[in-house]
């Protein structure tokens, strides 16, 4: 059995909230799986009031960052004294309650606000079968996630501002094992066309870069890093600020507004390229151990002690992007994206590269056209 949970009109003048009377039902059992990034405290102690047995699994990170004052405080302490019920996964954002007989999946967050204000959709489970999918689901999370480090929560808390935020901008993190999803759009031939013949040259030159570069696998993994760059900020092909180039016929360059954001240098060493923020966290050693480095020139209105740097390491593109090390890689590309509204150097923008991040089916073409024709030449 599934019913559907949404507001009728009747909410609109203090009418009982349908997902707080879903949520109840389900938690009222003496084992009670979570799954939401956005817990309010005090809601979390009327729902877990009489169950037994109880896990969270959360992305400690946003839940700490979104609440601010005596509710910061009171996670804070829920956490350290429940690190065996609570694990962190970063960027988890499914909403899930979870008992041996019901189960409540939906938008709504874990808040008074999101049960009670918002129009939000969900679905509760009765069916056996469902709920055992959902709980095999919840455990394999479980598995592949870990308890709260204590000493880099109280680091991470102190890095935050007193104000509670959506936009986390911290040196600090905290550590997790989980894995994140990286997955693709469905291949769907018709959503992708070859290029335009004046696109051969450019293409050329494409194909070209790529066969320097030691394998398929290093030249998905740097694309893969140009998506998360355009989809994290929902960059268009025609966005002024952004480009997309290929420069001195051996490498990849992608700028925003005024400086380069990431690079790809098949040639010789293969290497990556990576602006980064002046804080992010364990700079000095990040700049120390880079295989090159530069320094960026201050720009006008910019203070000198914040100008990001310039940093390459040689292997797969995608190697060093621990958690910390990409908070540091977006700050940086967002204080760019903020900077001006059109990049000078529109002119070298090249859209085949744009399309190699975006755009799955073309990229598997150039690929396997690329690495054939390497195949068989060796």
Partial sequence: ??????????????????????????????????????????????????????????????????????????????????????????????????????????????????????????????????????????LRLWSESSAVNIDELQKYLHSLSALPTTRLRTTASVSSDAPRVNASFVMDESQSVGPEPDDDDAREALVNILELAPSQEWAESFFD????????????????????????????????????????????????????????????????????????KTLSGESADKTPHWVEYSGYPKRMLDRSFRRGWMNAISDELDRASGSPYQKYHEPLVYRMAVDEIYRKQILEETYNKSDSLG
């Fill in 1 to 138: 059995m599934a019913q559907l949970i949404y507001h009728p009109k009747g909410s609109y003048d203090r009418g009982e909230s349908p997902f707080d009377k879903a949520i109840r039902e389900t938690a009222n059992s003496d084992t009670v799986w979570l799954v939401c990034p956005y817990i309010s405290p005090s809601y979390l102690r009327t729902i877990l009031s009489d169950t037994g047995e109880w896990r969270i699994i959360t992305d400690v990170e946003a839940w700490v960052g979104t609440f601010g004052g005596s509710s910061r405080q009171e996670i804070q302490e829920l956490v350290e004294a429940n690190q065996e019920r609570i694990h962190h996964f970063p960027d988890v954002h499914a909403k899930v309650i979870l008992s041996d007989s019901s189960a409540v999946v939906g938008s709504a967050n874990l808040t008074e606000k999101g049960v009670t204000g918002r129009t939000e959709m969900g679905i509760q489970f009765e069916d056996q079968n469902v709920i055992e999918e959902l709980q095999d689901w919840f």
């Fill in 225 to 296: 890093l140009l998506a998360d760059v355009i989809f994290t900020w929902e960059l268009e092909n025609e966005d002024s600020r952004l480009v997309t180039s290929i420069t001195r016929g051996d490498r990849i360059a992608v700028s925003i507004n005024n400086r380069y954001v990431l690079g790809a240098f098949p040639a010789n060493e293969p290497a990556a390229g990576f602006i980064i923020e002046d804080d992010t966290e364990n700079v000095e050693k990040l700049i120390e151990t880079a295989d090159e480095y530069m320094a960026f």
